[in-house]
């Protein structure tokens, strides 16, 4: 129902919202019909031809990005891991797009940065939207991202009624959490999560998880608003390592 948008308006960029509830209205900095503090991207095509892949179902592993600039797929329903390796995508501007999929059969999505420094000539736009996972299935976002990056976490529900167990590539550990946000350096570059759903009923469970610190330079920034999270027997959320400003 378009007229609930006004309840979703991100409140440090919107001025009003009308009275109907059907719009918001947005301060400088405000992007889009709910005045997110990023202009969400549209799914990328390349030279006017649709670079998506769309409404298939997806049974073995994806490895996504090597060597091309648009990683995109729009409800496409994954029942195997699929990890993105930003650093390893070519171009100067690196799309990331996954819009309505849904994850099923403990699948996990991996977004991944650069483990250095990026070149500073180099952008990532990473935008996740309307993602649905309820088998035991999260999202780890990790690394760094260069200077005018933008990745966008919105519109999703992860659910978790078992451990979510995390492949051992990335130095999770033992660390079992719908939500992982792993050694993440933003340097003039953005972290949104908004309006997303997160829930966690397992023993010792964790919601959404900070591994490894954030680190936020150069005006970088992490925003979160809208972010709904439930967990019967362990924490919402859980801090480890930090997250340092500069």
């Known amino acids: 129902d378009p007229c609930t948008l006004a309840t979703s308006c991100f409140p440090a960029y919107t001025t009003t919202a009308s009275s109907d509830g059907c719009a918001c ?6 992007h889009g019909d709910a005045c997110l503090p990023v202009a969400v991207p549209e799914p990328s095509s390349t030279a ?15 490895n996504a990005g090597f060597g091309t600039s648009v990683v995109c797929y729009v409800g496409v329903a994954f029942a195997a891991d699929v990890v993105v390796d930003v650093g390893l995508m070519s171009g100067s501007v690196r799309n990331v797009t996954l819009a ?11 977004v991944v940065g650069w483990l250095s420094d990026p070149p500073a000539d180099h952008r990532a736009d990473v935008l996740i939207s309307g993602l649905e996972s309820r ?6 976002v990790a690394n760094r991202y260069p200077p005018g990056s933008r990745v966008t976490v919105v519109d999703s529900v992860l659910i978790a009624e078992k451990r979510v167990a995390y492949r051992g590539a990335y130095g999770l550990g033992d660390a079992s959490a719908c939500l992982v946000l792993h050694n993440v350096n933003l340097t003039g570059s953005v972290l949104t999560i908004a309006r997303t759903q997160v829930a966690a009923v397992f023993r010792d469970a964790v919601g959404v998880l900070f591994l490894g610190g954030v680190a936020l330079s150069s005006r970088g920034a992490l925003y979160v608003d809208g972010l709904s999270v439930q967990t019967a027997l362990g924490l919402c959320v859980s801090v480890e390592g930090g997250v340092a400003a500069s």
């Open 100 to 110: 309505n999929c849904t994850f099923v059969r403990g699948a996990s999505l991996y």
């Open 48 to 62: 006017g031809a649709d670079s998506c892949v769309r409404d298939v179902r997806v049974d073995e592993e994806v």
């Open 135 to 140: 088998s035991g299935g999260g999202v780890v």
């Open 25 to 30: 209205t947005c301060a400088e900095g405000g």
